[in-house]
């Protein structure tokens, strides 16, 4: 069983950062990939970056390459995104989840946090 908590969600303007973290509990926190994902009002849950459970290897959504950076720290039990050069269209809820593989699958992740608000303004 993990749990996940976000944190580190707020207002920036756009070109601004933001750094959300997610900490888990649990003792088998380094065994799961972690997933990035957001939501945005009326719009589906997408994956926007997701980090294997040694860290090595990491996916980004191509509409955040080179602006968003996903890094955990196994010995904290927390990920971390770092969110660079924001735009208005990366307001949405930001969730941070858990699972087998690193992958955009939404399906494929077992745990989940509820969730923290970013809000980019223009």
């Known amino acids: 069983q993990v749990q996940l908590v976000e944190s580190g969600g707020g207002l920036v303007q756009a070109g601004g950062s933001l750094r959300l973290s997610c900490a888990a509990s649990g003792r088998t926190f380094s065994s799961y990939a972690m997933g990035w994902f957001r939501q945005a009002p009326g719009k589906d849950r997408e994956c926007v970056a997701a980090?294997?459970?040694?860290?090595?290897?990491?996916n980004y959504a191509n509409s955040v390459k080179g602006r968003l950076t996903v890094s955990r720290d196994n010995a904290k039990n927390t990920v971390y995104l770092q969110m660079n050069s924001m735009k208005p269209e990366d307001t949405a809820a930001y969730y941070c989840?858990?699972?087998?593989?690193?992958?955009?699958?939404?399906?494929?992740?077992?745990?989940w946090g509820q969730g923290t608000q970013v809000t980019v303004s223009s």
């Open positions: 980090i294997s459970w040694s860290g090595r290897n990491t």
């Open positions: 989840a858990a699972g087998p593989t690193t992958t955009y699958d939404r399906p494929t992740y077992t745990y």
